[in-house]
């Protein structure tokens, strides 16, 4: 059962940007921590961004400075700004939302319980 949407994926040139959202509404537990992640054709998923409850955040490192996490409390919706996109941010994004914990592991996908069906960016040179 899916219970987080993303949106807003599309395909852009290198240089652009891009806001995906995520709608939380479908999450039932006690929100403490919520994060972007991604994964490329072949590789891995990886955490991009992490935002806990308190306003702490984290960011992998190929996004920091690009990318900034929010989230809209009032439409309980969680957004991913990206800027100055490159070739290498190409992937499916997915949200994911879990209980409250340690900072130090919000860009684990193991902290995650509930996670969205992804949105894709494709960034073309």
């Known amino acids: 059962q899916v219970q987080l949407v993303e949106s807003g994926g599309d395909s852009v040139q290198t240089g652009g940007s891009l806001r995906l959202s995520c709608d939380l509404s479908g999450y039932r537990l006690i929100l403490g921590r919520m994060a972007w992640f991604r994964q490329g054709q072949g590789k891995e998923r990886e955490g991009v961004a992490g935002?806990?409850?308190?306003?702490?955040?984290r960011y992998a490192d190929s996004v920091k400075g690009r990318f900034t996490i929010s989230r809209d409390k009032e439409q309980n919706i969680l957004h991913l700004q990206m800027n100055d996109l490159n070739t290498e941010d190409t992937a499916m994004y997915y949200c994911a939302a879990g209980p409250f914990g340690f900072i130090d592991r919000i860009l684990d996908a193991q902290e995650y319980e509930q996670w969205g069906q992804g949105t894709q960016v494709t960034v073309s040179s």
């Open positions: 935002l806990r409850l308190d306003g702490e955040t």
